[in-house]
């Protein structure tokens, strides 16, 4: 995800350069991968975790900027300056579906002119790599990118009845969306609605048919709050993922809906004239204020260490925009005010987080905790070491094949169990877990033999994996593979091969001696040790 | 032919002298042939071996049916055939001994030897015994799990809610035919060692000191930086008062006891559902040495910036505790830390080998390069 840096300038004072608030953002968990271009034309490539939607926009970096600094960060506001609006009927909104529609705003723009959006903002989208269209969609883009939150702009006229709805979607029901890709849609799915059909699938994407265009004059601006899981089983069902889905299901910020309408109907006005339509209409059917945490200063001791009394905690926070209360007696403990863009934090570990990560992982000394317990085993380690050393002193190189098998291998290698088949596999090749460890050592004793290398000794010790009674079971094997010029090359010289007795003499030998390394290997572990040509059809190797 | 005693019938001077001489002259054509310890060995026995041997038959077939006027000259000759007898074989015994002893001197013993293979450890294997090893020494107890595990222990009790985008992380592989069964239960490959963490805090009560090594499965294209299994060490401590400094004293022994005592370890803010605060950790680059250059030229193990990231790591979320809450695993009053690393990758640095996919080929030539 691309930033730009100059853009979060706009909303705090900093004084470092580029680079040192790149080290410094990463040092507190949001990463700068890279850096790109030069001047006002900077970019960041960021890196932020799916914990922390709040922070996949310039002001919500800005605002962690503003904490690691102690600066002041800018408030946002707009629309200040309009004049009175007219016409004082709001604009009718209907939300059939609270519980997942909590909050639905929209403001109305009169009387504009659609055009090219403006050369600053054209630009900053330009360098953030989204395609500017028109002043109206371009404001959607910006505001989504300045403050995180996805709105979407109606052409006012096309909405018939002149009003939205929100509900389930009705059997039968289809929707173009603006990609142009008609879709059908389900009564799972979450729509806006006009009077008589949807315009929109929630949270995931407007609709085609009132989309605005250069003929547009009346905007409705809309954003909501929507339901996250909604969002994400729609997305997955339409095979839609956009930067709206993508936010709305990590959680968005539920007060900020109506400064959203304002900052794009601000942008709207100044670059395409007209007026308000009446105030904001905000429809809200609850409060979704986040708990209050209880926060021990003990609790922050226990789990992160002594060295952090309640000044420096108090302070962190306050920067971070969490509220806090001390209760009780002394500096015990705080009730801490979580504000409503921080979805990720809900307990008292994660506002212990939240002051590890701004005081400074590195801060805190390294200690060694004590203990005194038993070491224990591997209950196989010693069969494994022994194994290992033996059939390294043997010569055999150890090797580590894939653990799938295809289909056709595990008729060949299988001794009847069951096989565990993957759902998804990368290929036919590798769509069963391996019965077997012969196969994968086929396979690299064939690619030694493939690239010209004739003498290959390899031994592999691994889990197979079958069902045994309906139950998985992954038994461990070890698995001794040579080609036939490697263990030529292996016999010691007074037995030498006297290939003046036969082809058929010669191949017993070689047998015998790679044999003869079998018989080695398992001999710490088998009282007796037995070859039965019958149980292995593909070589001779047999059971112990 | 070898000499053989022949019967005396003349017992006269000139024959005895004749006999005699004939006698030493084959000793002395004999000891010639003598080209090997072996062929000295067989010589002396037949010469002076004490049943069949020529002088034996000497006294057999000439000094004992002496007639009793020859016996004192017979006698006289048997004795000095003897004496020339062991004269020539302490010859022949001592020129063996010089030829032996000069063909040993005569070898270059700067030749190069020649060797019997012995077979080279797995990379990733030993690397992965390396960092075992460390953690054992620390006191922490070997431990496994499954590799086809089930939602519950790769996610749920992992605290990854059904459904949350952070499953979409992990690229798992599923195993075929679980629809019918409740999600928890569906059978799939272990995207990490992390369930381990769960099936041991199951089985033993705190306090713990584990390390788990195993095989990871993830839906990843073979590449030269991917490889749909690979291997990862976890590690977790519980106890009461563990904290995040000895999450961070913990690893940095760790990194330093692997990678030399000089390097540096580096905390960095990240996010893993199961822990809580998450970090990764970044040590010291160990091929440019922390500077982000070779030379005039860009470091690119470390993409210039001198620090190379191992592993992550975090004081386990209270959550994942629940889970095992009837154990002994109360969230209040025990605290925690775990890692998980991959060891494939950190053999790839290790080893300066730029290709994942080596590790897997089973060439021969790449792997006896580990010896």
């Known amino acids: 995800m691309k930033l730009s840096p100059q853009w979060i300038r706009d909303y705090v004072d900093l004084t470092v350069d580029n680079h040192r608030l790149a080290e410094e953002l990463t040092n507190v968990g949001i990463s700068v991968e890279g850096i790109s271009g030069a001047g006002a034309d900077t970019v960041f490539e960021m890196e932020i975790g799916t914990n922390r939607p709040d922070a996949m926009n310039h002001y919500g970096v800005a605002r962690e900027a503003a904490a690691i600094y102690g600066s002041a960060l800018k408030q946002l506001s707009a629309l200040s300056h309009q004049p009175p609006v007219k016409d004082n009927r709001p604009f009718p909104i209907t939300v059939e579906e609270p519980a997942l529609c909590p909050r639905f705003s929209a403001r109305v723009v009169r009387d504009t002119r659609i055009k090219p959006s403006p050369e600053k903002i054209a630009r900053r989208l330009q360098l953030l790599d989204q395609r500017p269209i028109s002043n109206a969609v371009d404001a959607t883009n910006y505001v989504l990118w300045e403050i995180g939150k996805p709105t979407h702009v109606f052409d006012a006229d096309l909405l018939e009845g002149g009003q939205i709805i929100v509900r389930k979607a009705r059997a039968g029901e289809t929707l173009k969306t603006l990609d142009g890709v008609a879709r059908k849609l389900t009564t799972e799915d979450l729509v806006v609605c006009d009077a008589k059909k949807p315009v929109g699938l929630a949270g995931v994407m407007g609709g085609y048919d009132t989309m605005i265009t250069e003929k547009t004059r009346n905007i409705v601006i809309e954003t909501a709050w929507w339901d996250p899981e909604i969002v994400r089983k729609m997305s997955r069902r339409h095979a839609l993922h956009t930067d709206a889905s993508h936010r709305f299901e990590r959680g968005a910020d539920f007060e900020s809906t109506v400064i959203s309408c304002d900052l794009v109907a601000q942008m709207i006005l100044d670059s395409g004239g007209g007026e308000l339509a009446g105030d904001v209409v905000d429809v809200s059917s609850k409060r979704m204020d986040q708990a209050p945490v209880i926060l021990h200063v003990s609790e922050v001791r226990r789990i992160l260490g002594e060295g952090l009394d309640a000044g420096l905690i108090s302070r962190i926070l306050k920067r971070l925009g969490f509220e806090l209360i001390p209760e009780g007696q002394g500096d015990a403990q705080f009730r801490v005010q979580i504000p409503s863009w921080r979805l990720d934090v809900e307990r008292e570990i994660d506002v212990i987080e939240e002051i590890a990560r701004l005081h400074g992982y590195d801060k805190f000394p390294n200690t060694l905790p004590a203990y005194s317990g038993a070491v224990v085993e591997l209950p196989h380690a010693k069969i494994d070491t022994t194994l290992r050393q033996r059939a390294l002193a043997l010569g055999y190189n150890e090797g580590l094949s894939l653990t799938f098998i295809s289909h056709g291998d595990t008729e060949r290698f299988s001794s009847g169990t069951q096989v565990l088949e993957l759902e998804n596999p990368l290929s036919e090749e590798a769509s069963v877990m391996r019965t077997s460890l012969v196969p994968g050592m086929l396979d690299m004793l064939a690619w030694n033999l493939n690239r010209d290398v004739p003498a290959a000794r390899l031994f592999e010790i691994g889990s197979v994996y079958e069902l045994s009674g309906g139950e998985r079971v992954e038994p461990w094997r070890a698995c001794l593979g040579a080609t036939l010029a490697a263990v030529r090359a292996s016999l010691p010289v007074d037995g030498l091969l006297d290939v003046s007795k036969g082809e058929r003499a010669a191949s017993a030998e070689l047998f015998r001696a790679f044999k003869g390394d079998v018989e080695n290997l398992l001999e710490p572990f088998a009282r007796e040790i037995s070859f039965d040509r019958e149980a292995a059809e593909y070589d001779r190797r047999g059971c112990a | ?371």
Request: hydrophobic content about 35%.
């Open chain 2, 1 to 371: 032919m070898a000499y053989t005693v022949p019967t005396l019938t003349d017992y006269s001077t000139a024959a005895l002298e004749k006999a005699g001489g004939e006698c030493i002259a084959a000793c002395t054509a004999e000891a010639t042939e003598v080209r090997s310890d072996l062929d000295l060995k067989s010589f002396r026995d037949r010469w002076i071996g004490r049943k069949n041997g020529v002088l034996t038959q000497v006294n057999d077939l000439w000094l004992k049916p002496a007639p009793k006027e020859a016996k004192r000259e017979a006698g006289m000759r048997v004795n000095e055939i003897r004496t020339a007898i062991a004269d020539i074989i302490d010859k022949a015994e001592h020129l063996r001994l010089e030829l032996s002893t000069a063909a040993i001197e005569s070898v270059d013993i700067s030749l190069p030897g020649i060797r019997r293979p012995i077979g080279a450890e797995h990379p990733v294997i030993k690397t992965m015994h390396e960092i075992i090893g460390v953690f054992q020494r620390l006191g922490y107890s070997v431990a496994e799990g499954p590799v086809v595990e089930t939602d519950y222990y790769n996610f749920e009790a992992l605290n990854f809610p059904p459904n949350h985008p952070a499953r979409d992380t992990q690229d798992t592989l599923f195993i075929a035919g679980q629809q019918a069964k409740p999600q928890r239960e569906r059978l799939l490959l272990r995207t990490h060692t992390s369930p381990v963490q769960i099936r041991t805090m199951e089985k033993m009560r705190p306090p713990i000191r584990i390390v788990i090594p195993g095989t990871v499965h993830r839906n990843d294209p073979p590449d030269a930086s991917h490889s749909p299994m690979f291997h990862q060490i976890e590690g977790l401590a519980v106890d009461k008062n563990i904290t995040f400094g000895d999450l961070k004293g913990t690893l940095d022994h760790a990194m330093k006891a692997l990678f030399g005592s000089s390097v540096k370890t580096h905390f960095r803010p990240s996010f893993f559902p199961f822990t809580e605060p998450s970090a990764e950790l970044y040590v010291t680059c160990f091929i440019c040495g922390g500077s982000g250059k070779r030379g005039a030229d860009p470091c690119r193990p470390c993409k210039q910036t001198g620090w190379i990231e191992v592993l992550g790591c975090g004081m386990v979320d209270p959550n994942v505790f629940e889970f095992v809450k009837d154990n002994g695993y109360d969230p209040k009053t025990v605290s925690g830390f775990a890692f998980g690393m991959g060891v494939d990758r950190l053999a790839l640095l290790k080893y300066g080998v730029d290709d994942l996919q080596y590790f897997f080929q089973g060439d021969v030539r790449f792997l006896e390069q580990f010896g």
